[in-house]
């Protein structure tokens, strides 16, 4: 089994051509039950890739990249709890309820 570890996204793009079976993980690198029966040799570690842990306030929400883990998120939100008008921050506090 080949563990590769691609810097951007567009390194995962041109691995997964050259690769179309390969599996992708961002972290865990621990024995689950989904990948015990891998029909791929390669896997490829995309928790590196900082393109993927976007994390930003925009004017329509909040802008939440699939690396971003728990903790990140958890810490955000609550700068945001802590700087945001009442009205901006109903949304913030029903997500990390969701998210705890």
Do not use: C
């Not at 041109?14 to 079976?21: G, Q, R």
């Not at 993980?25 to 976007?54: A, C, M, P, V, W």
């Amino acid at each position: 089994m080949s563990w590769l570890k691609p810097r951007t996204l567009g390194d995962v793009y041109d691995l997964i051509k050259k690769y179309p079976t390969a599996h992708l993980r961002q972290g865990g690198t621990g024995g689950y039950k989904k990948f015990e029966k891998q029909n791929s040799r390669i896997i490829l570690d995309i928790s590196g890739i900082s393109e993927l842990k976007i994390l930003e306030k925009e004017s329509e929400g909040i802008k939440i990249g699939s690396g971003v883990t728990f903790t990140n998120l958890r810490n955000y939100l609550a700068t945001l709890l802590e700087s945001e008008s009442m009205e901006a921050t109903k949304i913030i506090k029903e997500l990390s309820v969701i998210i705890d």
